[in-house]
């Protein structure tokens, strides 16, 4: 998905405080949109929509028995058809992210609801709706100068380009759920990610190519890193070779290929299966479905590849980067002085 913000305008901004029910705590709406001079609606939009771009999955909103009955898709769908219905669908948001905060670690916080206009996705100018949380406070200075005299005082507040956790609906694919961009400060991970993602909002990923190329390096990446020491002799060097020639795969190829890519990256038949196995046990747990060709997703790569770590810690003294042959790294024991040793073979010092 091709998306530009920057002739993006934040037209309404509605804000809301959502305490946790589940800790007795209270939740107080706005029964009025908010009144920003447009300098400030100009800040506060880029802020938001800066964490939404090109690395984003694309989620739908769902529902087991029917889509309809998805609430917050309900929201959306009434406020992008009849834009006039926005405060009160804003309300209508905040109250059932109230009835949905009841976990013990979901923090309160200022929930805020926007619409936006001239959002350019897939070369088309947009509306979309934003919903925001933010459960941090900053202490900043406030410096008021007054002639000679001058007042200093210390204040609290939410920095906007901070948010915690965020979604965006674009009216694409409306009677599929809609396009929705979602953003966690933790990584969608955890108890509260869950909250947000499936309690809450009620979304499931898309199948992309972006979710599928991100979701089959990930395995890899635990299969090697996590899994295969356990079955087999290997050592760190032969598994940061392995998560190199994962990478590779992926950045030498426009469309993944499940069979070619055991064969190309593991080799052994022993590890191949090994990995088949470990594939069937994760997407099981995970619940998800990774088929056995896609097209390979350059954004998703570039994501993974910060993760798949080449680095050989040897004690706090010395990290080695290790991008090519494993064969030239040759590891031994110096009984002498009784520690470990790699030595490394090069042709020139760059």
């Known amino acids: 998905m091709q998306l530009n913000f920057n002739e993006a305008v934040l037209t309404i901004v509605s804000g809301h405080f959502i305490g946790n029910k589940g800790n007795g705590q209270e939740i107080v709406t706005s029964d009025k949109p908010f009144s920003l001079p447009a300098d400030a609606l100009k800040t506060v939009k880029d802020a938001f929509l800066s964490k939404f771009n090109l690395e984003s999955d694309k989620y739908a909103f769902s529902h087991g028995a029917a889509l309809t009955?998805?609430?917050?898709?309900?929201?959306?769908?009434e406020t992008l058809a009849e834009e006039s219905t926005f405060q009160k669908n804003a309300i209508n948001i905040a109250k059932h992210l109230y009835e949905n905060t009841t976990h013990p670690k979901v923090k309160p916080g200022e929930l805020y609801v926007c619409y936006f206009t001239n959002c350019f996705a897939d070369g088309v100018f947009l509306d979309a709706l934003g919903i925001f949380k933010t459960e941090t406070k900053s202490s900043f200075l406030d410096l008021v100068a007054n002639g000679k005299e001058s007042s200093l005082k210390?204040?609290?507040g939410s920095d906007v380009s901070k948010f915690d956790k965020a979604c965006l609906v674009l009216p694409t694919n409306?009677?599929?759920?809609?396009?929705?961009?979602?953003?966690?400060?933790?990584?969608?991970?955890?108890?509260?990610?869950?909250?947000?993602?499936?309690?809450f909002l009620g979304v499931v990923p898309q199948a992309t190519e972006y979710y599928h190329t991100n979701q089959f390096m990930g395995l890899a990446k635990e299969f090697i890193t996590s899994q295969l020491p356990h079955e087999y002799d290997i050592e760190k060097t032969g598994q940061i070779?392995?998560?190199?020639?994962?990478?590779?795969?992926?950045?030498?190829?426009?469309?993944?290929?499940?069979?070619?890519?055991?064969?190309?990256?593991?080799?052994?038949?022993?590890?191949?299966?090994?990995?088949?196995e470990f594939e069937n046990n994760y997407t099981e747990m995970n619940e998800i479905d990774v088929p056995d060709n896609f097209a390979i997703s350059i954004q998703a790569v570039k994501k993974q590849a910060r993760v798949f770590k080449s680095v050989l810690k040897l004690d706090k003294n010395f990290h080695v980067y290790i991008h090519g042959d494993k064969s030239l790294i040759e590891k031994?024991?110096?009984?002498?002085?009784g520690k470990n040793f790699y030595k490394i073979y090069f042709d020139e010092e760059a």
């Open 69 to 77: 009955f998805n609430e917050v898709y309900n929201f959306c769908l």
């Open 154 to 156: 210390l204040l609290s």
């Open 174 to 199: 409306a009677e599929k759920g809609f396009d929705v961009l979602l953003y966690d400060s933790n990584g969608n991970r955890g108890d509260e990610a869950q909250f947000w993602r499936e309690g």
């Open 241 to 276: 070779d392995l998560l190199n020639k994962s990478v590779e795969y992926f950045r030498a190829n426009d469309a993944f290929d499940k069979k070619r890519f055991a064969e190309d990256v593991f080799e052994d038949k022993r590890i191949i299966k090994a990995f088949k």
């Open 332 to 337: 031994g024991f110096d009984e002498r002085t």
